[in-house]
């Protein structure tokens, strides 16, 4: 079993096409802004910018005042 799964490998690329563009808005429909051709919000570099001087304390406080109290996972590492 084990060296079928490995044999499959090569094929299955990693979150490449886990959501189709018409989910991706789906899931994001408070955009208004542009989109990628794969339906991700293309965020403004201002924005961007901006959000490098946030703290964890801060991104939490923020995601905790709009109820996402247990939106946390650990452990995602690079392959």
């Given at each position: 079993?084990f060296?079928?799964?490995?044999?499959?490998?090569?094929?299955?690329?990693?979150?490449?096409?886990?959501?189709?563009?018409?989910?991706?808005?789906?899931?994001?429909?408070?955009?208004?802004?542009?989109?990628f051709?794969?339906?991700?919000?293309?965020?403004?570099?201002?924005?961007?910018?901006?959000?490098?001087?946030?703290?964890?304390?801060?991104?939490?406080?923020?995601?905790?005042?709009?109820?996402?109290?247990?939106?946390?996972?650990?452990?995602?590492?690079?392959?």
């Open positions: 079993m060296c079928v799964l490995i044999a499959a490998s090569p094929a299955v690329k990693a979150q490449e096409g886990f959501f189709t563009p018409e989910e991706v808005i789906k899931y994001t429909p408070e955009w208004k802004g542009e989109r051709p794969d339906g991700r919000p293309k965020v403004p570099d201002s924005i961007l910018d901006r959000m490098k001087n946030v703290t964890l304390e801060e991104a939490w406080a923020t995601l905790r005042s709009a109820n996402f109290n247990h939106e946390y996972e650990d452990g995602w590492f690079v392959i």
